[in-house]
């Protein structure tokens, strides 16, 4: 298993935050390993939902079959997915409060299946990089 997680400060209340985060049509303008969502994103933003991502992590493209495991609106929301070779990937989002008007978010991603552990460290590095590239990138969406 390799596990990942970034946190950032942004400038912006969760309310804000969390628009961008589920915002679906502008997700690749932060997302760092987002490619694209082949039938459009989440149909409906609630527990039990699906949806199907292409991504490219360490270069590699991805197809994800994401469902979503826990929603709260401008606090929490986790996905966990089945990817290729049998890797399940499992993101949580977490927004919080931080001070006057601006949010906290924290990233946590987990990479879980025989063909993670072949390659954890580099996978580690690549994903903790783009999760704070993402972040940067929400940031500047929503300041």
Do not use: C
């Not at 679906?24 to 409906?44: K, M, V």
Request: no cysteine; aromatic share 6%.
């Amino acid at each position: 298993m390799a596990e990942v997680s970034a946190e950032a400060r942004i400038e912006a209340p969760a309310e804000k935050v969390w628009a961008q985060l589920t915002d679906w049509s502008a997700y690749g303008q932060w997302n760092a390993t987002h490619t694209s969502f082949p039938g459009g994103g989440p149909a409906a933003l609630e527990v039990g939902g699906t949806f199907q991502e292409n991504m490219k992590l360490m270069g590699f493209p991805a197809e994800v079959e994401w469902t979503i495991e826990e929603l709260e609106p401008a606090r929490v929301l986790a996905i966990r997915g089945k990817g290729p070779m049998a890797v399940t990937v499992a993101t949580r989002y977490t927004l919080a409060p931080d001070g006057d008007g601006a949010t906290a978010v924290r990233i946590d991603g987990e990479f879980t299946g025989a063909a993670v552990s072949l390659m954890a460290g580099k996978l580690k590095d690549s994903a903790t990089a783009a999760l704070n590239e993402s972040l940067r990138k929400l940031a500047g969406l929503v300041a």
